[in-house]
């Protein structure tokens, strides 16, 4: 099944969401990822089980991400305008199509120099207005990123109508051969409001992989998008202030 594949993982885990004021409210749902390397997004692999720019049962497609250049132009770029020398390996974590469909609230892009450390994240994140915003998490030139170290950025971009389009984001990653964690926290003008984290364990992407990410999670895509709606729907009978959308920044990116 995997020939010009040899790379590619799926991690299979949960993702957890907590909101601290002005109710608590919290939730975690069992979710899987894929973990695959930039230099193997573009071409067309795979099956109709799993498939890489086909038609599949699960699969990724390049259109998901970035902004219509090629991926390791649109990835380049992006580095090259935040001041980050990063000539090594790039890694995307992110959740994939299943049956067609995909909604990809946040990816994150690692970025590593040739020697192999990690110098860069890039957060990818989507709205449900289908607007797409990346924050660029590093230091220029390329100072290396320990694991779990704290990665912060200012909130630009509108994403929860139930949060307001200001405060910081706290980013933290830890990568092991076994699991992948990352955690991003939000503080608004009053302090910590919301804490967030995804984390799985790696297995081999192959028809056992895939036939548990199938059987295990169905409809897994859709539902995404379905908890998504689910939870505001929630939060607004629960009283908790509604915000309009905030435009979209003019820009693509912020370091």
Avoid at 8 to 27: D, M
Avoid at 166 to 190: K, L, M, N, Q, S
Avoid at 193 to 206: E, H, I, K, N, Y
Wanted: hydrophobic share 45%; glycine share 10%; net charge positive.
């Amino acid at each position: 099944m995997r020939p010009g594949l040899p790379h590619w993982r799926l991690a299979f885990g949960e993702v957890r969401h907590a909101r601290l004021r002005p109710v608590l409210h919290a939730f975690r749902y069992r979710a899987f990822f894929l973990r695959a390397p930039l230099d193997e997004l573009e071409a067309r692999a795979g099956s109709w089980l799993f498939g890489v720019n086909r038609a599949a049962l699960v699969g990724f497609r390049r259109e998901d991400h970035g902004d219509g250049r090629p991926l390791r132009v649109w990835v380049g770029a992006m580095l090259r305008e935040a001041g980050i020398i990063a000539d090594g390996d790039v890694w995307l974590h992110a959740l994939p199509r299943v049956l067609g469909y995909a909604f990809k609230p946040v990816s994150f892009w690692f970025c590593h120099r040739r020697d192999g450390a990690l110098v860069a994240v890039i957060a990818e994140v989507n709205n449900t207005f289908g607007e797409r915003h990346c924050y660029v998490l590093g230091d220029a030139p390329g100072t290396p990123i320990g694991a779990g170290a704290e990665l912060g950025a200012a909130k630009v971009f509108h994403v929860s109508p139930f949060c307001d389009v200001e405060g910081r984001y706290r980013f933290r990653f830890v990568t092991t051969a076994e699991r992948a964690v990352a955690r991003i926290d939000y503080d608004d003008r009053d302090g910590p409001l919301l804490t967030t984290s995804q984390s799985g364990r790696f297995a081999a992407l192959d028809v056992a992989g895939v036939a548990r990410a199938l059987l295990g999670y169905p409809l897994f895509a859709m539902g995404v998008i379905v908890r998504i709606h689910w939870q505001a729907l929630r939060l607004w009978m629960r009283r908790v202030p509604f915000r309009g959308r905030t435009p979209a920044v003019a820009t693509r990116g912020t370091r």
